[in-house]
């Protein structure tokens, strides 16, 4: 079965700091597909990034950047030189391959607070 | 370029009763996904609609169901409402139901059951 685990609830940084959000997976299928999405105070999911199983890379767009491993199953987010405007949940979500249709499964969530 | 649009906002149901919402897709999209998000919870897959067909569903009971138009436009549909119904409730869109494709998120709408 699918899952997604975020196991920091809450994190405080001050401004300028730099600031990694976890994400560990379980799934027992080969193609799958890991995305990261951002829910500021007004409640939409903004899409950030997608990551397909069989592209290891990194990616680093500005001030993110993602560090995807399967041997340990995870999909780390780090936010450098954070601002306040970073301040808002981000989920991470699994995805499976499917020849009908496809399941979204996100993860809890991770409440980041960036301090002036 | 318009993105995914819901309505109503936010709506007030009492115990018992039946609710609609909709959901109109951004354009070019196809398919369309509902998710329930509790307070302080991550979303929660309802079903999935691609070619007017529910082509995936959540651990949701049948009281929730859903429609997709020849427009590409969908309908949630939750009868016999409870308190723990009470939740926002999205709509995502993406091109091609085969998970290749990131989804688009509307603000949802916030259901309160009375």
């Known amino acids: 079965a699918q899952k997604v685990t975020q196991a920091q609830t809450e994190i405080s940084v001050v401004e300028k700091e730099d600031v990694t959000l976890d994400c560990v997976y379980e799934?027992?299928?080969?193609?799958?597909?890991l995305f990261w999405y951002k829910q500021p105070p007004s409640g939409e999911l903004v899409f950030l990034i997608r990551r397909n199983s069989f592209d290891e890379q990194n990616e680093i767009s500005g001030r993110y950047s993602w560090n995807f491993q399967k041997s340990t199953s995870s999909f780390n987010f780090t936010i450098t030189a954070s601002q306040v405007v970073d301040s808002a949940v981000y989920f991470c979500?699994?995805?499976?391959?499917?020849?009908?249709?496809?399941?979204?499964?996100f993860g809890p969530g991770t409440r980041l607070s960036v301090l002036p | 370029d318009a993105g995914v649009t819901q309505s109503p906002t936010h709506l007030i149901k009492t115990r018992g009763q039946q609710v609609t919402l909709r959901c109109s897709p951004k354009s070019g999209h196809d398919t369309v996904s509902w998710y329930q998000q509790a307070l302080g919870q991550g979303p929660q897959f309802i079903f999935q609609?691609?070619?007017?067909?529910?082509?995936q569903r959540g651990n949701f009971p049948d009281r929730f169901s859903g429609h997709q138009f020849p427009n590409y436009s969908s309908e949630l549909n939750v009868n016999a409402l409870l308190l723990g119904d009470s939740a926002l409730y999205l709509c995502?869109?993406?091109?091609?139901?085969?998970?290749?494709?990131?989804?688009?998120f509307g603000d949802g709408t916030r259901l309160s059951i009375l």
């Open positions: 995502a869109s993406s091109l091609g139901s085969l998970g290749v494709q990131p989804q688009h």
């Open positions: 609609y691609y070619e007017e067909e529910e082509r």
């Open positions: 979500a699994l995805s499976e391959a499917r020849l009908r249709g496809q399941n979204f499964v």
């Open positions: 799934t027992r299928d080969t193609t799958y597909y």
